[in-house]
């Protein structure tokens, strides 16, 4: 049985930062790509970032480009998401994802390529 956990969300000040963790078991972590999305009160899902089996990256938007990065650790079966200079409007809860796919396909953000989900993490900063 697979089973993810995310952890490391918190309350921060604009401007702070944090690093999520998410810890897969039950699958074999090394040869599959994973994701982190996120959502908001009252928004859609939405994909922030994706990295392959081998460490290629992939980032859904603008917003997070320079400020959000994903990586792995596959000795830990581990997935990061460290994320700085944090804006209110990055509240939201954050899910890691992952599956049999090797690869951030092109539509990686849309979520249809993973099979498995946590339970989330929330993040809220504060202006």
């Known amino acids: 049985q697979v089973q993810v956990v995310e952890s490391g969300g918190g309350l921060v000040q604009a401007g702070g930062s944090l690093r999520l963790s998410c810890t897969i078991s039950?699958?074999?972590?090394?040869?599959?790509?994973m994701g982190w999305f996120r959502q908001a009160p009252g928004k859609e899902r939405e994909g922030v970032s994706c990295?392959?089996?081998?460490?290629?990256?992939?980032y859904n938007t603008d917003s997070v480009k320079g400020r959000f990065t994903i990586s792995r650790d596959n000795a830990k079966n581990t997935l990061y998401l460290q994320v700085n200079s944090l804006k209110p409007e990055d509240t939201a809860m954050y899910y890691c994802?992952?599956?049999?796919?090797?690869?951030?396909?092109?539509?990686?953000?849309?979520?249809?390529?993973?099979?498995?989900w946590g339970q989330g993490t929330q993040v809220t900063v504060s202006s």
């Open positions: 994802a992952a599956g049999a796919y090797a690869y951030c396909s092109g539509s990686w953000s849309l979520g249809s390529q993973f099979n498995y």
């Open positions: 039950g699958l074999t972590f090394v040869n599959s790509a």
């Open positions: 990295i392959s089996k081998f460490g290629y990256t992939a």
